[in-house]
Nanobody, 121 residues
Framework: QLVESGGGLVQAGGSLRLSCAAS????????MGWFRQAPGKGRDVVAA????????YYTDSVKGRFTISRDNAKNTVYLQMNSLKLEDTAVYYC????????????????WGQGTKVTVSS
């Protein structure tokens, strides 16, 4: 089970930190990622991190603003979001897959329930 937290309402230019805690099983050997779904749009990958943390991926629109990290001792993955823009408004989902590459291609074995991020002007 993946449980996200940290979403909320923030002004443009502000920051939020999302957390995803895994329970019921260990995801230490899994790639982890964050996806988002804006109103009326599909679910797209935002960032992904390999099981060791040695490899990371970011979609172009968040490069330089978002940082994905993980703490395997806590079975938790984070998404630090800075310089938030209106277009970052979406429901953010935590994801886990045995293949880091699969996450980058938009596939995941496990999903969280989502946490809503709203960026206001």
């Amino acid at each position: 089970q993946l449980v996200e937290s940290g979403g909320g309402l923030v002004q443009a230019g502000g920051s939020l930190r999302l957390s995803c805690a895994a329970s019921g099983r260990t995801f230490i050997t899994y790639g982890m990622g964050w996806f988002r779904q804006a109103p009326g749009k599909g679910r797209d990958v935002v960032a992904a991190i390999s099981w060791s943390g040695g490899s990371t991926y970011y979609t172009d629109s968040v490069k330089g603003r978002f940082t994905i990290s993980r703490d395997n001792a806590k079975n938790t993955v984070y998404l630090q979001m800075n310089s938030l823009k209106l277009e970052d408004t979406a429901v953010y989902y935590c994801a886990a897959d045995q293949g880091y590459g699969s996450l980058i291609r938009g596939k995941s074995d496990y999903w969280g329930q989502g946490t809503k991020v709203t960026v206001s002007s």
